[in-house]
């Protein structure tokens, strides 16, 4: 898993190094700095899958708004991850290729600079600049690294060998324009470490989206606003996924009349038909658009947590919103079960009924003051020990005192 993000000059966030578990839940005021913090995690996945000129510049409008303003200018963003795990890998034995665990401790740095000029001339189009990148994996009893500063190699990968075309040699040297580390991919321990990043996906549920008919589209993963959630589930129709059956499951507890849902073909789109029960002897089937916003939003979650393969690392913003309050401990179940077994998810709420159903330990508080930015560090200890010993809830000391940051060196 993810145990460690540290980020710099990055939105709204001067400085924060935060420790993650399992499952670390993010609690904040609005405009706190929650969703920014998790949009350290989604750029690095949008760098490395669709390169960091499209995170910057498509996804984000530009180096200017992802740069965090202060009177002093800073120029430069320091992103950083520190990943524990264990993975599955391939061993040789004799002349059988063998499934075994491979223990893998991995940080991953990047540095950008932005600057009204950027020298040399080569990069005149462009307002910043990957100023470092290293990668440090250790796996098994052996190290693997590389380095590289403003486009040289400071240390150089080991069994890298740049691709050649026309007999002339390219990669040699780095691109300032572009992350190394997608061009590793067939080098393991860094394809380990490439396939991990990728794999973080990022939800907000918009219950609109869903209830609009969509044509076909991708089947995996789920979009994070849930445009493509009938492709999905139409996907877990077609392989009798077991995770199906659980959603509805759930789903009925929700709603007590409904028992099932299905995806129909209707004149070239998809849209969810969802099965309610009737006094009448047969049951009678409504229309997305005919669904509560909390139902369908219930539903978006729901197939986020179960979708398969499942997510290395899986965010959900806000899941509180258009539930009712006494759902929210089904939920909180729900996704306390999903990260033992299935993705490290991050929550992120201001809800004081939703941080109630879970480990005070698991709680990030996050802040925002005009010196600092944002801050997120651990609740204090006092009110750890308050939670733990069943004297107020961490609702209640929410809605009573507040939640108070731990001031512990180890904890920020």
Not at 252 to 270: C, E, M
Not at 324 to 341: N, Q
Request: proline share 6%.
């Amino acid at each position: 898993m993810i145990t460690r993000v540290f980020a710099k000059n990055f939105r709204s966030i001067s400085e924060v190094d935060v420790n993650l578990n399992r499952l670390t839940i993010l609690v904040g005021q609005n405009s706190s700095g929650k969703s920014n913090f998790l949009d350290i995690l989604r750029f690095f996945s949008d760098a490395l899958r669709k390169g960091i000129q499209v995170a910057i510049d498509d996804v984000r409008q530009g180096i200017k708004t992802i740069r965090r303003w202060s009177p002093s200018r800073p120029y430069d963003i320091r992103l950083e991850l520190e990943i524990d795990d264990i993975i599955k890998a391939k061993k040789i034995k004799g002349r059988k290729l063998l499934d075994h665990e491979e223990q893998i401790n991995a940080t991953y740095r990047i540095e950008i600079k932005s600057a009204k000029y950027i020298e040399p001339e080569e990069y005149s189009f462009t307002s910043y600049l990957i100023k470092r990148e290293k990668c440090t994996i250790f796996m098994g009893n052996k190290k693997f690294e590389y380095e590289i500063y403003n486009g040289e190699f400071l240390k150089r990968p080991e069994g890298f060998i740049p691709f050649r075309k026309d007999a002339k040699e390219v990669l040699s040297r780095p691109s300032q324009t572009a992350l190394f580390l997608p061009f590793l991919v067939y080098l393991k321990p860094y394809s380990y470490l490439y396939k991990l990043l990728i794999s973080m996906f990022f939800y907000n549920i918009y219950p609109n989206i869903i209830k609009t008919p969509r044509e076909p589209g991708i089947e995996y993963p789920l979009e994070s606003h849930g445009r493509n959630i009938a492709s999905v589930i139409r996907k877990m129709q077609r392989d009798k996924s077991p995770w199906l059956d659980q959603i509805k499951e759930v789903l009925s507890k929700v709603v007590p009349d409904l028992y099932d849902f299905q995806v129909s073909p209707v004149g070239g789109f998809l849209t969810i038909k969802f099965k309610h029960k009737s006094d009448k002897s047969k049951p009678h089937y409504f229309e997305a658009n005919q669904e509560s916003d909390g139902t369908l939003r219930i539903l978006g979650i729901l197939v986020s947590l179960f979708q398969d393969p499942p997510p290395y690392l899986l965010a959900i913003e806000e899941p509180e919103i258009t539930v009712h309050p006494g759902i929210l401990g089904l939920i909180a179940d729900l996704i306390k079960e999903a990260s033992k077994r299935r993705s490290q998810i991050i929550v992120t709420t201001h809800s004081p009924d939703l941080i109630s159903k879970f480990d005070a330990d698991d709680l990030r508080l996050v802040e925002w003051n005009y010196r600092e930015g944002t801050t997120i560090n651990r609740i204090h200890d006092s009110q750890i020990d308050i939670i733990n010993d069943k004297l107020f809830s961490a609702g209640d000391l929410l809605r009573i005192e507040g939640l108070r940051p731990s001031k512990r060196k180890e904890d920020l």
